[in-house]
């Protein structure tokens, strides 16, 4: 089968554009993919952690993964930090990799703002260690949003760079994965703003593991604009179309059909799809964080070891191509 790479940074609770952009469109790549799904938890560091809140935040993303769908007798769920061989190629592909290229990465410029000179290197060097990510297991297949695809090209001229420093076409050129039409979620209080876990406002996104009254709440004071008609127009009125495409994602009606509505109806009707589809999903993960950590710590552990073999493999025959001794 073809091999499927991805993973999401542990670095607060999982919310709706974690779960519509990402976890959901993994579910079925299941059926017919070799699957490792990963917790980006050296990513996480690129940015000061605490340490406990981050090993709750492993588990607790570990536990949203499993109770969205991901199955670990189906596919490979582990930690990133649990696996050296990430770390270990990341140094080897940094040497192969231009600052000219990295410095082109519009996602540092976002992050760290005007703010760059104190930055630290992680920040700046991370999309080397996602490409290490993604390289490690010979990827076939990428799922990226619209946001990431500058990420794959440069994981692809990464991999290009290797093979021709090495005189062999080791690595394979991953290619995107678009599982389906899904739309890029965006913040309750800023329609041109991704939503986000590092965003101070709890109200700007869903949790996956708020309760009924607070997904209501949440929804009602979403922002939207002064015009009482429901249209979609992404450009002129971004927050209208974002909380339409959350309708869109979760339903599967086209925008076309729910354009129309009264906006006080609307907001009650998407209000209670994101309540049936997500408090189930909440109330799962709790019960795992809560009851059975134990469970989610064993799987992560078995997910290492399958994923260890594979990268251990990988990395003896990329460090004898680079001319090191094993």
Not at 24 to 40: D, M, R
Not at 58 to 79: C, N
Not at 133 to 161: C, M, N, W
């Amino acid at each position: 089968m073809k091999r499927v790479v991805s993973g999401i940074q542990p670095s607060g609770e999982m919310h709706l554009g974690n779960y519509l952009g990402a976890i959901n469109n993994w579910i079925p790549l299941q059926n017919n993919h070799q699957c490792l799904f990963f917790l980006a938890d050296l990513h996480t560091i690129t940015v000061p952690q605490e340490p406990q809140h981050l090993r709750n935040n492993i588990i607790s993303t570990a536990a949203a993964y499993i109770a969205s769908g991901i199955d670990p007798s189906r596919s490979i769920l582990f930690s990133q930090s649990s696996i050296p061989q990430h770390a270990e190629l990341g140094w080897i592909l940094n040497c192969m990799t231009s600052m000219g290229w990295v410095e082109r990465m519009t996602q540092f410029k976002d992050k760290a703002g005007k703010e760059k000179e104190r930055a630290s290197l992680g920040l700046f060097s991370y999309p080397v260690l996602q490409a290490a990510d993604i390289l490690l297991y010979k990827a076939d297949f990428v799922p990226v949003g619209e946001d990431q695809r500058q990420h794959l090209e440069l994981t692809r001229d990464i991999a290009s760079s290797f093979n021709r420093n090495v005189n062999k076409d080791y690595f394979k050129l991953p290619e995107s994965l678009i599982t389906k039409e899904s739309a890029r979620i965006m913040s309750l209080r800023d329609g041109l703003k991704k939503m986000s876990k590092s965003d101070p406002s709890d109200f700007s996104r869903i949790n996956l593991t708020d309760d009924a009254d607070l997904i209501m709440q949440k929804i009602k004071k979403a922002k939207s604009d002064s015009n009482a008609e429901i249209f979609y127009d992404k450009e002129n009125r971004p927050e209208v179309s974002n909380l339409l495409d959350i309708y869109s994602s979760l339903t599967g009606n086209k925008t076309k059909k729910i354009e129309g509505k009264l906006f006080g109806q609307f907001k009650q009707d998407l209000a209670e799809i994101i309540i049936d589809k997500i408090t189930p999903l909440g109330k799962e993960i709790n019960n795992l964080c809560k009851n059975d950590s134990a469970y989610i710590i064993k799987i992560l552990k078995e997910g290492r070891e399958k994923a260890a073999s594979i990268a251990e493999t990988n990395i003896k025959e990329i460090k004898e191509l680079c001319g090191f001794i094993n």
